[in-house]
T-cell receptor, first 111, second 114 residues
Framework: GEDVEQSLFLSVREGDSSVINCTYT??????LYWYKQEPGAGLQLLTY?????DMKQDQRLTVLLNKKDKHLSLRIADTQTGDSAIYFC???????????FGQGTELSVKP | DAGITQSPRYKITETGRQVTLMCHQT?????MFWYRQDLGHGLRLIYY???????DKGEVSDGYVVSRSKTENFPLTLESATRSQTSVYFC?????????????FGSGTRLTVV
């Protein structure tokens, strides 16, 4: 069945780049997503990538997609303390509406 | 206000009591979802609904009941609350298929069962 895996924790220094990795299993996913969850809040869509793209850049965020290896990554340039949060990757399954979420990576940014 | 709202924001209930968590969305999204979030488990799907009067079980549906008589509402009921149901519950909605907008999540309900 479908599964999405992420490492659980990442710690970086303020100003460094952060790279959060994700592997997925469903090669038919049309969209892949990154969500951000700040403490005490719901998940917010951060960015997405269409499956026929290799890369998408949006200000400090860069998403890379390697379809051959089913690997998705989110790079945050010049990481700030406000970027401290849990980041979830998600893929669209092949049954219409459902997304499959990873367990989330907790990013800790130290000053 | 447009959006997806959950109520209550916080709830404490006793073991064995029935409790209902509310979810309301204003976009007329066809899909709605209930997840629970626990440390070490990420998000786990409880129930989802593809349209009014159509619901289906997720991976952790035991002990929960849902209904969807109107497109905009998707209440989740714990029939007889247990301590293992202490969790943060999130409702979400989406178009079908989710497309570039993915899911939109509510702010969550923190439920404590004592």
């Amino acid at each position: 069945g479908e599964d999405v895996e992420q490492s659980l924790f990442l710690s970086v220094r303020e100003g460094d780049s952060s790279v959060i990795n994700c592997t997925y299993t469903d090669s038919s996913s049309t969209y892949l997503y990154w969500y951000k969850q700040e403490p005490g809040a719901g998940l917010q869509l951060l960015t997405y990538i269409f499956s026929n793209m290799d890369m998408k850049q949006d200000q400090r965020l860069t998403v890379l997609l390697n379809k051959k290896d089913k690997h998705l990554s989110l790079r945050i340039a010049d990481t700030q303390t406000g970027d401290s949060a849990i980041y979830f990757c998600a893929e669209g399954d092949n049954q219409g509406g459902k997304l499959i979420f990873g367990q989330g990576t907790e990013l800790s940014v130290k000053p | 206000d447009a959006g997806i709202t959950q109520s209550p924001r916080y709830k404490i209930t006793e073991t064995g009591r029935q409790v209902t968590l509310m979810c309301h969305q204003t976009w007329s999204h066809s899909y709605m979802f209930w997840y629970r979030q626990d440390l070490g488990h990420g998000l786990r799907l409880i129930y989802y609904s593809a349209a009014a009067d159509i619901t289906d079980k997720g991976e952790v549906s035991d002990g929960y009941v849902v209904s969807r008589s109107k497109t905009e509402n998707f209440p989740l009921t714990l029939e007889s609350a247990t301590r293992s149901q202490t969790s943060v519950y999130f409702c979400a909605s989406s178009e079908s298929p989710p497309g570039a907008y993915g899911y939109t999540f509510g702010s969550g309900t923190r439920l404590t069962v004592v």
